[in-house]
């Protein structure tokens, strides 16, 4: 459906398992990331009415923080290095119901919810370069503590942004990457 393609903006990812945050967080201070508050964050996936999304390798989630809420669109991964993917976010109007109304209409045209997956996000904002980095430590509710290495991405970056991200992982010393989802590791 070329409607679907018409935005070509990728999230670039890689996730990592953490035994200790505080050697990349030492890291990041010295590179002179800057750190936000920390927030926490209720994801909750829709199973599609007639499309497997596990066989599809997409998603659909409701993110809340507080009362700010989004829904996020995440493609199939297109890269085998990195967690590279089409990802579509639009904002929903703030408040304490919005969330459970839209999942309400979701659930109306025939979406089940799957799974809530719950964390507190720790996000480090870091330039290197011309590259903007997002760069998250996330302690996982029922399964740990990780770290999450993204950019964003047009079209034709899509290969510097993979690389980019591959040379960031391996100055913080990650070499393991966790290929699955916290929603697919919980389940």
Sequence with gaps: DESCRSTN??????????????????QLVKWGAAQRAPVEQRDVYFRHPQRDFA??????????????????YKGPVIDSRTKTRREIEVALANG???????????????????????KLRTVWALTQGSREFEIALDDVTDLGTFLEIETLAGESERAEARDAILALAGALKQSSPEPKSYLALLL
């Design 96 to 118: 304490t119901e919005t969330d459970r109304t839209f999942s309400e209409i979701l659930q109306c045209l025939g979406f089940e919810p799957v799974r809530c997956v719950k």
């Design 55 to 72: 066989q599809t390798d997409e998603a659909l989630r409701v993110r809340s923080v507080g009362e700010e809420h989004l829904v996020t």
């Design 9 to 26: 903006m990728y999230e670039v990812e890689l996730k990592f398992r953490l035994i200790d945050p505080r050697p990349v967080i030492d």
